[in-house]
């Protein structure tokens, strides 16, 4: 688990940009637990592909603080890049 440094000890703003801990999974399932999320509360962002290679989505949890799950998923699987990715592309 990776934390962002910050001074703040107050939750996370969902409309605010980055996120306050970042986990990545192992294995091949990260589709699987964001359509798991999805149907308990809104994801923030994605599933999508970054330029690094791996799948991310965020959520928000209920004290407000902004989670991104990170890993790998199947080869061939069909998920879109991310717009960042796409803007830096030449």
Do not use: H
Not at 28 to 49: C, F, I, K, N, Q
């Amino acid at each position: 688990m990776m934390l962002q440094g910050g001074t703040s000890s107050r939750p996370a703003d969902a409309k605010e940009e980055g996120w306050t801990v970042y986990l990545r999974i192992a294995g091949d399932g990260l589709l699987d637990l964001a359509d798991s999320v999805r149907r308990a509360t809104p994801l923030v962002r994605g599933p999508e592909r970054m330029f690094y290679g791996l799948v991310e989505f965020e959520v928000v949890d209920p004290d407000g603080y902004r989670i991104c799950v990170s890993g790998s998923v199947p080869v061939g699987a069909n998920v879109p890049v991310a717009r960042e990715c796409e803007e830096t592309a030449p």
